[in-house]
């Protein structure tokens, strides 16, 4: 079931319980993302950020709650899990490139064989990706002679290639040179612009600002506060939230 | 805060960097790299001088006795046995169809995927270059010297052997009188009977059992041709004697014609219980003839049969071992330039055909067909070369012949390639199926590899052959050769199961998390991520493995097939006239596999440091 409808929500999440073991790291998270929207989310270490968006794509499994994709619920249902994958993109602290592929292979693999996209078509789609990027002459190399900035921006092409409607970006910039971060956000920025509906866990705060359309803040496995990021930095509200930003800001 | 301006380090560098510089010249060439590796430290040189004069010692010890001693006849007598084992004659031109097909793939399949170092090129040519020359000097280098015991008991006796026209042929009579000439060593071809008679005679006579001094043979040694006439020269019949009175006869001729002739010996005292005595019988000039049946045939067809004669003694190289020390140019006429004529023609066409191969796969590298040619050629080579070698039931050009008369190298390769390419799936799904998270398949594949790896190898060989027939009747018929193939593949493959599991736990999770992300599911994320990167990180322990396989094929001849241990095990214990060759024998063994050995972990090296190997992260 496909959502075009642009007031129903895209992503929702009910009462979501998650434990590793006996540690409850996710407490009853609500979340609504609508379609377009750009959703950051900020937080301490350990507060279940990255968890939680693993939990959308089913890297992680939730014990209680309703997770629900374009319409489709995410359960147990290996057919469902599929289909909300094929719908969602995302992109790793640790880039994670195949290191025996060259980029291009890189970004072709899934289509081909996922799609069943035939190779000419697919390289076609990488070739643009790769341009929309910015690094098109890097198609025929491996992933260990480009540097950092670079092979986040072909791990962004990668799960584009895939044309999901969702991106998830788990700390994206994190693992990278204060010099290539840049690269990387001006990317992530040029697609926000597209309208692609995103969520990202990241520290960057100037991004934040700039980019999002809501800023929600976890901390200790729960949403403490969210809003847009006029109200969120200037006006705080929770006395968490409040800590937290006079720590980073 | 309280240092003045001028002490406070403050710096700016220059707008452009300095240019790069080439490192200090500490070494130059290769004085330099001596001084650094070898030489860098006292107990640094002190090993080197040690280890130098260990190997210098070792080297030239080992080169001396393979030149002056060692009785090469062994393998080279019996190369055919050594690398197709019992397989029947009429039949080898299919092992050599075989062997062609295998060189031109593989100079193709070499063309095509690697990069031949250029050294492999001057090594075949100098190999080929030898083939061609050393015969050549081989045959201007005379014969040593041959001896025939003569003893009381043992005349009239006939020396056959095929003389040349125009060869000058020197025989001597030389009776044995005293200890000095018993102690004396033969330097050269001693037949070997003689050879025993003399040892125990010289041990005889050194403890006084036997007085040499009492010799009172006539003998006399006439030249005869093949119909049994004497050779006369200038009207005088070619002979020589040795009576009491006059000890010694020797006689030099020029033979008239090529053929076959006879040295006749006999006794011409009367009293034939009493007299005694020992001579050697010494000829010059002739040339031992090769007891190998093709070269008799092709004899057979030129000069006709050997004459008929009572007590026949032939120059055969078979029946005399070589006394005393040779020198290099007896070893290169003697030992080296037999063997290289006889590999001449197979080497030269196995040459032509590698080369072929190779050029077509250069010249075709970046094409698509020529590739796919190649790979449906190796593909299908193994089943094509099976038919070629078992046969087809009911085929006259192609009948069956069974594994229990394949044996030598060709057995030994065979195992090893059959056991290879059937363990390398199976261990590889073996390493999967551990880690799968299915209870049942996980304790499955863990207690198979966990079993097998517990027993040794000879044990489950025995098992594959005594207790598979009991599982299931149907197997009982099953081919011993069959059945070894199995127990090697379950071997082999138990261990590589363990190795590609080592493999599977370096690949990072985070490939596996990135292939779901994208959607690929468990079989994908397999086949297209985890194991390309698992297997290129353990390709040095999965050579490693299959080159232990390779080496572990000999202890079938426990079980009682022949491959190539077991075959030369047979020809030096069972032929008395091979028995004290074993160490050349086993020798030889050692290096062909050293050096199929080496062949392969050079080919692992070159996987692991190929883009196709490495993985870099």
């Known amino acids: 079931m496909s959502n075009n409808n642009n007031r129903e929500p895209i992503i929702i999440c009910r009462g979501v319980n998650k434990w590793f073991g006996n540690f409850h790291v996710l407490k009853d998270i609500n979340l609504e993302v609508m379609p377009q929207e750009v959703v950051v989310i900020i937080g301490p270490s350990g507060s279940g950020k990255s968890t939680f968006i693993r939990c959308i794509n089913r890297l992680e499994e939730h014990q209680e709650g309703q997770i629900i994709v374009d319409g489709i619920e995410l359960s147990h249902d290996v057919r469902n899990i599929a289909a909300i994958r094929s719908e969602i993109g995302m992109v790793f602290q640790q880039f994670n490139l195949f290191p025996h592929l060259t980029v291009l292979q890189n970004i072709t693999l899934a289509p081909r064989y996922v799609r069943r996209q035939p190779r000419r078509v697919a390289d076609e789609v990488a070739l643009q990706l790769l341009a929309r990027v910015g690094i098109p002459e890097q198609a025929r190399k491996y992933p260990a002679q480009l540097s950092g900035g670079q092979q986040q921006r072909v791990a962004i092409a990668r799960a584009l290639a895939m044309q999901p409607k969702i991106m998830l970006f788990d700390e994206p910039t994190s693992a990278l040179d204060p010099e290539m971060i840049k690269e990387v956000l001006d990317v992530m920025k040029e697609l926000a612009q597209s309208g692609m509906t995103m969520l990202v866990v990241t520290h960057e705060m100037g991004f934040a600002r700039e980019v999002a359309d809501r800023i929600v803040f976890f901390d200790e496995g729960r949403i403490v506060e969210m809003g847009p990021p006029e109200h969120f930095f200037s006006n705080p509200q929770h006395e968490r939230t409040k800590l937290f930003l006079s720590q980073i800001l | ?617």
């Open chain 2, 1 to 617: 805060m309280s240092l003045p301006e001028s002490e406070r380090n403050v710096y700016v560098a220059p707008p452009e960097p300095p240019p790069s510089r080439r490192p200090p010249v500490t070494t130059v060439g290769v004085l330099g790299w001596l001084r650094q590796n070898l030489f860098s430290s006292w107990p640094n040189t002190l090993a080197t001088l040690v280890t130098a004069a260990f190997l210098a010692w070792f080297v030239q010890a080992f080169v001396r006795w393979s030149v002056e001693n060692a009785q090469w006849g062994v393998i080279t007598n019996n190369l055919r046995l050594i690398t197709s084992g019992l397989y029947p004659r009429a039949e080898i031109w299919r092992m050599e169809v075989t062997a062609a097909l295998l060189v031109f793939l593989t100079g193709l399949g070499l063309g095509i995927w690697a990069r031949v170092a250029r050294s492999v090129f001057v090594i075949v040519l100098i190999v080929l270059g030898a083939i061609v020359f050393v015969p050549l000097i081989g045959a201007r280098i005379p014969e040593p010297t041959i001896y025939v015991l003569i003893e009381p008991q043992r005349t009239p006796s006939s020396f056959v052997f095929l003389g040349y026209r125009g060869q000058e042929l020197r025989v001597e009579l030389d009776p044995l009188t005293d200890l000095d000439d018993v102690n004396t060593r033969q330097l050269g071809y001693v037949e070997s009977q003689s050879r025993a008679t003399w040892s125990t005679q010289a041990r005889a006579a050194a403890t006084g059992q036997l007085d040499l001094a009492d010799h009172n043979l006539e003998l006399s040694v006439r030249l005869l041709d093949r119909s049994g006439s004497p050779v006369a020269v200038r009207g005088a019949p070619v002979q020589a004697r040795s009576t009491p009175d006059a000890l010694g006869g020797s006689f030099t001729v020029e033979l008239p014609r090529d053929g076959w002739y006879v040295l006749h010996v006999e006794r011409n005292d009367e009293d034939r219980d009493n007299n005694t005595g020992y001579a050697w019988l010494r000829i010059d000039g002739v040339e031992l003839f090769s007891s190998l049946e093709a070269a008799a045939i092709a004899r057979q067809a030129e000069y006709g049969p050997p004459p008929d004669v009572e007590r026949p003694l032939f120059a055969e190289d078979r029946a005399y071992r070589f006394e005393g020390t040779r020198t290099f140019g007896e070893f290169v006429s003697l030992q080296l330039a037999p063997f290289l004529s006889r590999i001449a023609r197979e080497s030269f066409i196995g040459a032509a055909l590698f080369a072929n191969g190779w050029v077509i796969g250069t010249l075709g590298k970046h094409e698509k067909r020529v590739r796919r040619a190649a790979i449906l050629g190796w593909v299908l080579a193994g089943p094509v070369i099976l038919v070629i070698l078992y046969g087809v039931q009911g085929s006259r050009t192609l009948p069956i012949v069974t594994t229990s008369a394949w044996g030598g190298l060709l057995l030994t390769i065979l195992l090893t390639f059959v056991g290879i390419t059937a363990s390398f799936p199976l261990g590889v799904a073996l390493a999967l199926g551990r880690r799968s998270e299915l209870p049942v398949i996980k304790w499955t594949c863990t207690l198979f590899i966990e079993v097998i790896r517990g027993v040794p190898l000879i044990t489950i060989l025995f098992m594959a052959k005594l207790i598979v027939p009991f599982f299931w009747s149907a197997l009982s018929g099953l081919d011993l050769t069959v059945r070894m193939m199995i127990g090697l593949t379950l071997f082999s493959a138990a261990y590589l199961a363990e190795n590609v599991r080592g493999g599977l736990q370096i690949v990072p999770h985070g490939q596996l998390e990135a292939a779901r992300a994208l959607g690929m599911n468990p079989f994908l994320t397999t086949s297209l991520i985890v194991l390309p990167q698992a297997l290129r990180a353990v390709i040095p322990a999965i050579v490693g493995q299959f080159i232990s396989l390779f080496k572990d094929t000999s202890l079938v001849a426990v079980v009682g097939l022949f491959e190539l241990v077991g075959i030369v095990d047979t020809i030096v214990s069972g032929q008395p006239i091979y028995r004290p060759y074993q160490r050349e024998a086993y020798i030889f063994i050692a290096i062909i596999y050293f050096v199929i050995s080496y062949a392969m972990s050079d080919v692992s090296r070159r996987l692991e440091t190929s883009g196709a190997g490495s993985v870099r992260r």
